[in-house]
């Protein structure tokens, strides 16, 4: 019989999320813009020159530069969300009002070297809580 956590033992590992759409801080705005509309994705995962987790640039983060602008403004110099970000053993109901309180809908999960693990969403970490206890996904 397999056995599942309930839900308040829940982590953020428990709803970790993959996400193959990343660029580095040192792309061009209008890159990313190009990335955003031609992988129809809301975000990408911005890394840094090392590969660690930046942050997240949504459409919302290019939409302030125009044409001429965006092919000289680099990601890493946009509005874009920074850290802190979630850790896999932070517990799914803390990450869940960190969240709310941030107002996030994906938040990146990073190791403890600031290398991304993937990302949790709003709607994935209010299914989870949501679930009887002992009925928790894997």
């Not at 829940?10 to 759409?21: G, I, K, M, N, P």
């Not at 640039?57 to 602008?69: C, E, I, Q």
């Not at 896999?88 to 938040?107: C, F, K, N, S």
Request: aromatic letters at 6%; glycine letters at 8%.
């Amino acid at each position: 019989m397999t056995s599942y956590p309930t839900t308040d033992r829940l982590t953020v590992a428990d709803a970790l999320e993959s996400h193959h759409f990343q660029i580095t801080e040192d792309r061009t705005v209008g890159h990313a813009d190009e990335v955003l509309r031609g992988a129809h994705v809301p975000y990408l995962l911005v890394r840094d020159h090392d590969g660690r987790c930046e942050g997240l640039l949504t459409r919302a983060g290019t939409d302030p530069f125009d044409s001429r602008y965006s092919e000289q403004t680099p990601v890493g110099a946009t509005a874009h969300q920074r850290g802190p970000f979630a850790w896999p053993a932070l517990g799914l109901a803390l990450a869940a009002l960190a969240m709310e309180i941030r107002h996030l809908t994906v938040w990146p999960v990073t190791d403890d070297d600031g290398y991304l693990l993937g990302v949790i969403t709003a709607a994935r970490v209010a299914a989870l809580l949501a679930l009887p206890p002992g009925r928790a996904e894997h």
